[in-house]
C-alpha cells in the first residue's frame, strides 16, 4: 500500500499538461484570464496554453518541435479546422497530419495526446472552394477517422453539447461565444483528467 502510495505521489510531481492548437486554444487562454482570473490549472498543475490563431497542424507541429523539450503527462490538441478551408487539404491529409504528430509526441515521451473534435462553423470566411456545407461534411469526416483511429495513447475527444451548435457560436460564424467557451474549458479539463 506504501508502494502505491508514493508511486502516486511520484506521478503528481511529474504531472504536466499542455493544451495546443489553433485560435480556440488561444481564446481559451484568454477567456480564462478574464473571467475566472488565474491560469487553468489540472489536478492543482498549471496547464501550459499554446494558441496560434490562424495556423493548421503542420504549423502547430513546427511551433511544438521548438520549444523546450518539455515532456508532458498529458497534450490535448484542438487544430484542424483551419486545414480543411482549403479544399486540396482532405479529411484524411488532416488526420494523418493529426495522428502523426500525436504519435510524435508520444514518442518524444508524453503519455497521453488527447485530439478534440472539430467544430461546425457557420461562416464561410476563409474558406477556398468550398462551400458551408462541404465544409461541415468534411469536418464530420474528419471526426468520424479520428474516432475509428486513435487507439493506445491517442485519444479522440468528444466535446460535450454545451460546446457544440450554432447557439455556442460567437458572431464571427467561426468562434464560441462565452457559453461555448465555458463549455470547451471544462471539456478540456476534462479531457486532461482523464488522461492523467
Known sequence: MLICLANDIAMAALEKFLVAGDSFV????????????????????????????GKGVRDVRLYLQNMSQSVYSVICLSVGGNDLCCASRTPAHVVSDLLSLAQE???AGSVQVIICQLLHRASTSHFEGLSLAEYN???????????????????????????????????????????GMNGFRHSVIAALSSGA
Open 105 to 107: 509526441l508520444v514518442s
Open 137 to 179: 461534411d468534411r469536418v464530420d469526416r474528419v471526426n468520424f477517422l479520428l474516432q475509428q483511429n486513435c487507439v493506445g495513447p491517442v485519444k479522440f475527444r468528444q466535446h460535450h453539447r454545451s460546446v457544440l451548435g450554432c447557439n455556442r457560436l460567437d458572431g464571427d460564424g467561426v468562434h464560441l461565444n462565452i457559453s
Open 26 to 53: 488561444r481564446r481559451l487562454q484568454s477567456h480564462q484570464n478574464r473571467f475566472n482570473g488565474t491560469t487553468l490549472s489540472v489536478r492543482g498543475r498549471v496547464v501550459d496554453m499554446k494558441g496560434y490563431s
